[in-house]
């Protein structure tokens, strides 16, 4: 188990790094980042001026390695256009993105883990024709487009709910749904299939023939075995949420590292950008490392050996 | 043999139907797939015929007729679907935008597709270092936010169609690249590989002639699939500004234009937020239809 | 035996029938059997001669779509046709137990054997923790598990095969049934433990008194262990008696080719070949007229394809119209 977690740790270590160097090779994709950064107007001792401050004229490896270094410290640099230390404005966005987060991935798994087990017991039945009708429609769904829908019907048309914004709870109702409902048809999907398996394998039969009643074979002995696998897949889910919570954090003015991103992208703002793909990234990879070590201590074959 | 050459009614019904019979029978009892294959193949033509059904030009503009209603909501069947913030007739520029979604889609899944399959198939195949090489650089790839970094790069290199395709194209491969691996993983450890590596067969001809043709059912899924993945993202990223560019007709844009109208003209977003929802559901009901009906473990 | 005497379990006409695409299978065609405390019944025949259908019928455990249907099913006085579903899980593994095929996959993987043999007695019996810990590590030393109080904690993936099925006739056995049904309980084990597996079963069986349905296709064991033997062959008992008669005087001609196909020690010499019987199962979807044994059947006449009289005087019994039937069963080598 120890050596697992290792050799997980070490693989984690690894791909961030890999994904560091993309991140900040991106500042290079245009060419020159000092043209870039100065504008088509500047001239050519502007341009020069700035690459002499940025250090744009040394090696690529060496800024890289400083960046890094920079970074691993909390230091991302200073943002191009908000004149801020990026790492404190990410900081201060981190909170509205992560409380989406946590409440999409809340959402998602309580309605769908819920659906999955139910439309398995009955498969072919009318709440699986649902279940299945809600997971085709949510994967065709564009989230940007549900949440103007969304935001015409119950925030305008209904008045039910504020349309944009992150004051209140009630603020972050519809989002969460959008976002909920973006990771729900694979959560579903995999519910279902692996309450499928589970029920129809001889350890179930087992138990019905010792005499336990239908709740504890399906909760205490099928849905134990079932949701290993759902656990992996619901970090997955979580870190492409943080990642896909750009598009929400736009479309409902919910102003987190999502909206961040887009309005640094928008204003060639670098420095925040490389940052902001690291941090979503770590995200990524450290959801996906507990996870896999969650998974190890849930499933007793691993946790022994 | 004792065998009793007797007409017995208990003897018979031992010869079934053929497998094609089986597929055709499968297909044809199957909705989804069918729904998803015609509505694709509709949809498909109008982008073909773009030039010929367009009943307007879909760059026009006629700032005398800006945002007519559509002709359910009281409109003229001058302009079906109404005209937009500009003028221009709304069915034109949803006609054309069906070029910009499947084209995207296609050639997207394609470039993903020749990616993700040969990282998968050499990693499937060869295992050891090349499995760990390849297993690795998915692991990269699915950790890097997809949004962000196809944002990122179009903001940094001009929002054009070939660039959004490039980006999509170079992004999505991952799902190729794991399907197929385990697909190839699968496929090697029969006996027909075996018997062809023992014949003397070279590597590449094994993997072109014993490995892919055995793994290409998974690979069409995964295009449908992915072609659906990549028209979503395209519409997301013109949706956020940094897609395709107007004033190219895309169904994101113009869900995106249509926006600050909403209040007032709420159909400028939901009729192109519905073809697209439309065209991706029925991508993926093509997709997982093709998985039912050509899975080996439903073959009987 | 005492056929007269009111039967543990009494079986009539039970039948079972799968709704297919292609039609009704109908997998198991009205059988009778009767088995009474302490005994052990066999039941022997091919795969898919709806034997497990049959146990699990029993149980109450078919799957949702296979219809069920007999003119009496009892266990001890009540009727298993009409019990509620509540009735029905209370005889489950308390007066009535199953072993199942495949040791490797009928334990749960999530859990310890001691929280899965301390379940079996505590979802009947109203006892603590402790009690019925006492009663898992007693029952683990039963059938010979060794160091049984650290076995506990240990998870059925770290055990091997044999001693996972010694795991689950330990919980069979935990609260004290009546009935065990056991599917082919050593099948899916190596030859070497399949025997030890088997006695340990039949031992424990008959030291408790706890009357067994085994199910097997292995005849070789039917010999050793059985008081009474049912033969089956698609979906119905075609010869049913005490041991001693079904393999002194076989009267049905499958019973007859099934122990052909077994060496026999004094009897089978040296070099023999053993019998098969030729052909395949027939399919059993649609109505099935006659004797489904006639298409393999040496004895076939036309008669074979009406409906096939019971035969024989009881408890020996045998469903064949062939007029020689019990005579040729003499005249035929063994």
């Not at chain 1, 940007?144 to 992150?166: D, K, M, N, R």
Request: aromatic share 6%.
């Amino acid at each position: 188990m120890l050596q697992f977690i290792l050799k997980r740790l070490g693989l984690a270590v690894l791909v961030a790094l890999t994904v560091s160097f993309i991140s900040f090779s991106l500042l290079f994709l245009s060419g020159d980042p000092a043209a870039a950064l100065a504008g088509e107007t500047a001239s050519g001792e502007d341009i020069e001026a700035l690459r002499r401050v940025y250090g744009f004229d040394r090696p690529m490896l060496v800024q890289y390695g400083e960046w890094l270094w920079q970074a691993l410290q909390g230091n991302f640099g200073e943002s191009y256009y908000f004149k801020l230390p990026v790492a404190s404005l990410i900081a201060d966005r981190l909170s509205v993105t992560m409380t989406l987060g946590v409440c999409g991935i809340t959402f998602a798994l309580l309605t769908a883990v819920p659906l999955g087990v139910a439309a398995a017991i009955k498969p072919n039945s009318l709440i699986d024709r649902v279940a299945l009708f809600l997971s085709v429609a949510g994967q065709a769904m564009p989230s940007f487009w549900f949440g103007l829908i969304l935001i015409v019907l119950f925030g305008i048309q209904l008045g039910w709910l504020p349309p944009s914004g992150a004051s209140t709870w009630r603020h972050f109702i519809m989002p969460t749904i959008v976002l909920g409902y973006y990771a729900m048809p694979a959560i579903m999907r995999l519910t279902r299939a692996g309450m499928l398996e589970v029920l129809n394998s001889d350890y179930i039969r087992t138990a019905r023939a010792k005499g336990a009643g239908e709740g504890r074979v399906l909760f205490k002995h099928a849905l134990r075995n079932a949701i290993i696998p759902v656990v992996s897949l619901a970090a997955v889910q979580m870190g492409f949420m943080l990642g896909g919570s750009i598009v929400v954090e736009s479309v409902f003015a919910l102003h987190g590292a999502g909206y961040l991103a887009w309005e640094s992208i928008a204003r060639n703002d670098l420095p925040t950008v490389q940052a902001l793909i690291l941090i979503f990234s770590m995200f990524y990879i450290i959801f996906t490392f507990l996870a896999d070590v969650l998974n190890a201590w849930l499933d007793p074959r691993m946790r022994s050996s | 043999m004792a065998l009793q050459r007797i007409a017995d009614p208990l003897l018979e019904e031992i010869t079934g139907p053929n497998p094609r019979q089986i597929l055709r029978k499968r297909v044809t009892g199957h909705a989804g797939l069918l729904f998803g294959v015609g509505v694709v193949l509709v949809l498909l033509i109008i982008a073909i015929l773009a030039p010929v059904l367009a009943p307007h030009d879909p760059y026009a503009q006629n700032l005398a007729n800006r945002m007519v209603k559509p002709v359910f909501m009281g409109g003229t069947w001058e302009h079906p679907l109404g005209t937009d913030h500009l003028g221009r007739d709304y069915l034109s520029r949803l006609i054309y935008g069906a070029r910009v979604s499947l084209l995207i889609g296609t050639v997207a899944a394609l470039i993903s597709g020749v990616i993700g399959t040969a990282m998968g198939v050499a990693a499937g195949y060869f295992g050891g270092k090349v499995d760990a090489v390849v297993t690795f650089l998915i692991n990269v790839r699915l950790a890097m936010p997809v949004v962000l970094v196809a944002l990122a790069v179009v903001a940094i290199l001009g929002g054009s169609l070939q660039v959004v395709i490039g980006v999509l194209g170079l992004l999505l491969w991952d799902r190729f690249a794991v399907v197929m691996r385990a697909s190839t993983l699968q496929v090697r450890r029969r006996e027909y590989v075996a018997a062809a590596q023992a014949i003397g067969a070279s590597t590449p001809r094994v993997i072109l002639s014993e490995i892919m043709p055995n793994i290409a059912n998974n690979l069409i899924v995964i295009v449908t699939l992915e072609m659906a993945h990549a028209i979503l993202l395209e519409a997301a990223l013109s949706f956020l500004g940094l897609g395709v560019q107007p004033p190219t007709p895309s169904w994101g844009l113009m869900v995106s234009e249509g926006k600050n109208m909403m209040l007032f003209e709420p159909w400028l977003v939901l009729i192109p937020g519905i073809v697209l929802f439309i065209l991706v559901l029925a991508i993926n009901l093509m997709g997982d239809g093709l998985r039912d009906v050509t899975a080996p473990e439903n073959r009987s | 035996m005492n056929d007269t005497a009111t039967p543990l379990l009494g079986v009539r006409g039970l039948t079972l029938d799968i709704p297919m695409s292609s039609g009704v299978l109908h997998a198991v065609r009205g059988i009778d059997f009767d088995l009474h405390r302490g005994e052990t019944l066999c039941i022997v025949g091919e795969s898919g001669s709806g034997k497990s259908l049959t146990s699990l019928a029993i149980m109450g455990l078919l799957d949702k779509n296979i219809r069920r249907s007999a003119e009496r099913m009892e266990f001890d006085g009540i009727d298993l046709l009409s019990a509620s579903r509540r009735q029905m899980r209370s005889l489950r593994g308390d007066r009535i137990a199953m072993i199942f095929q495949e040791p490797m996959t009928s334990l749960n993987p999530a859990y310890t054997i001691g929280d899965q043999l301390m379940e079996a007695l505590r979802l009947h019996r109203n006892v603590s923790r402790e009690k019925a810990r006492a009663r898992a590590v007693e029952l683990l030393e039963k059938v010979g598990i060794t160091a049984a109080a650290s076995r506990l904690g240990q998870y059925p993936h770290q055990l091997s095969g044999g001693l996972r099925q010694r795991v689950v006739i330990a919980m069979a056995l935990m609260c004290e049934p009546e009935l065990i049904i056991a599917d082919e309980p050593t099948t899916a084990l190596d030859v070497t433990i399949q025997a030890q597996i088997l006695s340990l079963l039949v031992e424990l069986t008959r030291e408790m008194g706890v009357a067994m349905i085994l199910i097997t296709h292995d005849l070789g064991v039917v010999a050793r262990v059985a008081d009474k033997v049912g033969v089956m062959y698609a979906g119905e008992l075609v010869e049913t008696g005490p041991a001693a008669d079904v393999f002194g005087k076989p009267l049905h001609p499958y019973t007859r080719g099934l122990l052909r196909c077994i060496p026999q020690p004094g009897k089978t010499q040296r070099g023999a070949e053993l019998g098969t019987i030729p052909g395949i199962v027939p399919s059993l979807i649609g109505d099935v007229q006659g004797c489904a044994f006639r298409t393999r059947c040496p004895h076939a006449i036309d008669a074979c394809r009406d409906a096939i009289p019971e035969r024989g005087t009881p408890p020996h019994e045998f469903l064949c119209v062939h007029p020689d039937g019990a005579r040729a069963a003499e005249g035929e080598p063994a």
